[in-house]
């Protein structure tokens, strides 16, 4: 048992199903940060998606159901600038002020907000450029806190992203509903990736990965998108497995 904070890990929808590896570098980088972390089993979705596309109310209890699940936590650390943004700024519409939304943060903003570390211990021997999704960037003003962590990870090489503040053209289901506009919007981010010669893209949402990290593996660039939450609990000693594919 921790001497640090209770913390509770919400996963996301599609961290838990398609990226678990970036849920579980959470727990090893909150853990090696001394943080009692837990992960709720009856978390479900944070309903974003039902909210985003007009269904409200069905997002209504999702939003309860994260009250609830999380009620008894320090704090709840997201991997996932869209889901902590829904949760902090959206859930009150839905259901009213809680103590679990308003203790929701961003990985990054946890890091540096909450427990007052910039330098995590980290090492990633990789030239990597980042990518600023837009709810974190717009809704979180999250800022540099993410570049200011990567800045301080011994090996990187961290180089600009041109037109960083760029959108992806992921958005959920505009991918979806919008496929020629987000092509479009891909293409350009794709070409400021490249642009830096970088060998990692990182963000800290796992669905604008996702969005890019397809573009750029069909065009077979070799350009490997890892989470911000796996770089940042790769160490010497122990290389998380993005570090050393």
Known sequence: MSGGPRVALFATCLTDTLFPDTAKAVVRLLRRLDCDVDFPLAQTCCGQLHYNTGYREHARPLAAAYAEVFAGYDHVVVPSGSCAAMVRDLHSGLVGRSPAGERTYELSEFLIDV???????????????????????RMLEVGDRPLRLLRAVRGLELVELPGAEQCCGFGGTFAVKNADTSTAMLADKMRHVLDTGAQVLTAGDNSCLMHIGGGLSRLRTGVRPVHLAEILTSTEEEPWPAAIR
């Open 115 to 137: 427990l007052g570390v910039t330098d995590v211990g980290a090492y990633f021997p990789h030239r990597v450029t980042y990518h600023p999704t837009c709810h974190s960037l």
